[in-house]
């Protein structure tokens, strides 16, 4: 999770969640601006590794050029030599053609090897954008809050326009089948109770409903805190705070 304001809860109290779900989704507009510009790039990278990028499209037009010298002083070589042989040109002339089309054939190789180059960079260059898209894909999903676990949302701490920074309790939620209540008994009545004793529960924020529950632990140790002993109730039947 990063830090920023909550821009959106998308459960409330009484929702049922499952493990997973987006709960809640945090404002954070330099990750969704790296996540922006890192597509752009990507795809500027594919542009330019394309055979009609710029760059290969201009190396590509001087290879043809090179390739229609390479054809162009070939023939003349060759007439050159034909000529020689009847001697209406000098030996020079000969050796001049031959060292122009040599030249040429060098100039075409040079050309073919820088395409060669110019595409591996480019297509090195595509993977690496590619990689840095789906990191900030990954870092902008970190946005969203999604639940650890499924069950009831039973408290929302959160609204949208608050602030949250890691660690933030943002709701409760759990299952209505692993809820116990907790109790207090003092030290002259923890004796009456017992473990799979029936019990009956008074919430003060549901005065007119009574739950029903079974003792299913009691702390062996005394709460100086509390001056009693902790009694952990299991519900049995319909919660009165649902």
């Known amino acids: 999770m990063v830090e920023g304001y909550l821009q959106e809860v998308r459960f409330r109290e009484g929702d049922e969640v499952q493990r997973g779900d987006v709960f809640a ?3 954070n507009q330099v990750n ?8 752009r790039q990507w795809e500027l990278a594919q542009q330019n590794a394309a055979i009609s990028g710029p760059t290969l499209r201009q190396i590509a037009a001087n290879l043809s050029s090179a390739e229609q010298k390479v054809a162009f002083d070939s023939l003349q070589a060759i007439r050159f030599r034909r000529l020689a042989q009847t001697e209406a040109v000098a030996k020079i002339e000969v050796e001049k053609a031959d060292l122009a089309y040599q030249a040429s054939r060098k100039a075409k190789e040079s050309i073919v090897e820088q395409y ?3 595409k591996l960079i480019a297509d090195q260059q595509v993977i690496t954008q590619r990689n840095q898209a789906q990191i900030n894909r990954v870092i902008q999903q970190y946005n969203q809050i999604k639940a650890p676990t499924g069950g009831r949302d039973w408290q929302v701490l959160k609204e949208p326009g608050d602030y949250v920074r890691r660690g933030d309790l943002i709701a409760r939620i759990g299952k209505s089948e692993q809820l116990y209540a907790r109790l207090a008994v003092d030290e002259g009545s923890i004796a009456k109770v017992k473990v799979g004793q029936q019990v009956w529960i008074r919430l003060n924020t549901h005065p007119d409903s009574v739950a ?4 299913s632990e009691i702390a062996p140790l005394f709460d100086p805190a509390k001056q009693a002993y902790t009694v952990k109730v299991t519900w049995k039947g319909k919660i009165p705070i649902s």
Do not use: I, P, Y
């Open 116 to 118: 060669k180059a110019a």
């Open 212 to 215: 029903e529950g079974v003792v």
């Open 32 to 39: 969704e601006v790296a996540n922006q510009n890192a597509q």
């Open 25 to 27: 989704v945090v404002d």
